[in-house]
T-cell receptor
Framework: EPEVTQTPSHQVTQMGQEVILRCVPI?????FYWYRQILGQKVEFLVS????????KSEIFDDQFSVERPDGSNFTLKIRSTKLEDSAMYFC???????????FGPGTRLTVT | DAKTTQPPSMDCAEGRAANLPCNHS???????VYWYRQIHSQGPQYIIH???NNETNEMASLIITEDRKSSTLILPHATLRDTAVYYC?????????????FGGGTRLMVKP
């Protein structure tokens, strides 16, 4: 069964550093998403991406964040200058025509020190 | 978007049916009911969705009341691996960004 993969599984970085979280969505999906979950809190939507542009973004997704689909398989989330409060689990998801049937990856745990 | 209300936690005995309720009394005519679950530290997992008819797949059954103001997710024979947080989400058929809004969900504990 096809699945969404994410790398790395755990990233530790110092405050102020840039990080790139990588995702490989399911191959025939066209809609891509990033969500995050701070420890003990709800899963929060960050951004959705379709046809090489952002469809929707939340208030969390400020100028420090960017997304890119650099090639036909990868989907990345960049945090330009990490803050302590960016520490969270980041989930990538993708969907096909049934847009709310979203398939989530295993997540990247980002720890900012 | 319609708001949903779920009990914060439930227990279920292994092998028995788990019935997870969700109230969505402000649901609109074009909004679907989606269920996801999140097993500890994993990404959310899509389970099932419906509009007004009852639905069944290999994972679960979804019963939606005739007035569509509430629904119940049924896991017919719960196993220990079904221990997770279950989320009921109401969404229209599509919108600009297709975002999912996760609430607190119901923490289901399946006990031996």
């Amino acid at each position: 069964e096809p699945e969404v993969t994410q790398t790395p599984s755990h990233q530790v970085t110092q405050m102020g550093q840039e990080v790139i979280l990588r995702c490989v969505p399911i191959s025939n999906h066209l809609y891509f998403y990033w969500y995050r979950q701070i420890l003990g809190q709800k899963v929060e939507f960050l951004v959705s991406f379709y046809n090489n542009e952002i469809s929707e973004k939340s208030e969390i997704f400020d100028d420090q964040f960017s997304v890119e689909r650099p090639d036909g398989s990868n989907f990345t989330l960049k945090i330009r200058s990490t803050k302590l409060e960016d520490s969270a689990m980041y989930f990538c998801a993708s969907s096909g025509d049934r847009v709310y049937e979203q398939y989530f990856g295993p997540g990247t745990r980002l720890t900012v020190t | 978007d319609a708001k949903t209300t779920q009990p914060p936690s439930m227990d279920c005995a292994e092998g028995r049916a788990a019935n997870l309720p969700c109230n969505h009394s402000t649901i609109s005519g074009n909004e679907y009911v989606y269920w996801y679950r999140q097993i500890h530290s994993q990404g959310p997992q899509y389970i099932i969705h419906g509009l007004k008819n009852n639905e069944t797949n290999e994972m679960a059954s979804l019963i939606i009341t005739e007035d569509r103001k509430s629904s119940t997710l049924i896991l017919p024979h719960a196993t220990l691996r079904d221990t997770a947080v279950y989320y009921c989400i109401v969404r229209p058929a599509s919108n600009a960004g297709n975002m999912l809004t996760f609430g607190g969900g119901t923490r289901l504990m399946v006990k031996p």
